[in-house]
């Protein structure tokens, strides 16, 4: 008997599906998670209490606008709430922006070592992804601007850039927009900008405000926040990208539960302070005890740094199997380009020194 199923559409079997970092170790009661850029210090007090005063209505619909979670991203900076548009994740926002924008016969530019999702989003929506050289894993503009065609659609730039830590300074992301076709959109996805503290670098609001129209803002909850497990992003976008977004995304796309400890989240600004703190100090302490025992470490920007290793026996995946057999999780990065590094999260001070620990024992 000749059976038959519905076919995909082209293209959609090309996808390699995203692997996010690993959480467990088989035989391992209590692992040393460093492999998904975590808040080292978890969730603001606020939040959790605001995420369990939510458990007495989850019967109830969730706001299909978000309306107080936006106006409290407003309030902390100091934006137009019509223009924010919050999504599960800002991964869902990514996705919209590419089905909105992009489709078959469209290309999808971003650079070399960006986040994997901008290609499986570009896959899904029929368009093609193209890389742009970077230069010392850092996104190159010239670079950028050399990979648009006649067909491009939508530019994404991570800056800072996930997995390598670096970005680019305030007055490159101006000279790509600039130099840019009009008609291409330019995504700035700034996942981990409440952790940069240098003069020269902007999350990108002031080119979103500058725009005719074609740049867009994307951040999250995931990162400094440390609300990963509940999927909250938002965008702040051009009224018309606004317009779009609010058309394209699901009516209830954020959950209750979410929306109210995102506002609390975003509105605790004393407990965002005290994470960015405690990674100010522990980010250059580990880039420092990790360079001390003679691997590369790339300087970083967020809560985490890329490692990169020598051949073997000290590879990167000798050194992801020792970290494993002390109950410490990294995140290899071979699918990105990168079989040689590891990407290790900041974490408690107590995992930073039993990862060195660790690593020092592994390179002997």
Known sequence: MVMFFPEPRRGIMDISPYVGG??????????????????????????????????????????????????????????????????????????????????????????????????????????????????????????????????????????PNNPTGTYLPAGEVWRLRRSLPENVLLVIDAAYAEFVERDDYSPGVDLVDASSGNTVMTRTFSKIHALGGLRLGWAYCPSVIADVLNRVRSPFNVNSAAQEAGAAAIADAPFTEMARAHNNIWLPWLGQALEALGLEVVPSVCNFLLVQFPNQPHSATAADRFLQSRGIIARRVAGYGLPDALRITIGREDEMRATVAALAEFLG
């Open 22 to 159: 690993e959480s467990a170790i088989p035989g391992v009661d209590r692992v040393i998670k460093l492999s998904s850029n975590e808040g080292a210090l978890g969730a603001s007090p606020l939040a959790v209490e605001a995420y369990r005063r939510a458990a007495g209505d989850l019967h109830r619909y969730p706001d299909g606008g978000c309306a107080r979670l936006r106006q409290a991203i407003a309030a902390r900076h100091d934006l137009d709430p019509t223009r924010i548009v919050c999504g599960a994740g800002s991964d869902e926002l990514i996705g919209l922006l590419c089905h909105a924008y992009a489709g078959s016969g469209d290309e999808v530019v971003y650079s070399q070592y960006g986040f994997l999702m901008y290609a499986i989003y570009a896959k899904s929506a029929g368009a093609t992804p193209v890389t742009a050289p970077e230069t010392n894993l850092t996104a190159n503009v010239d670079a950028l601007l050399a990979a648009v065609t006649p067909r491009t659609r939508v530019m994404f730039l991570a800056n």
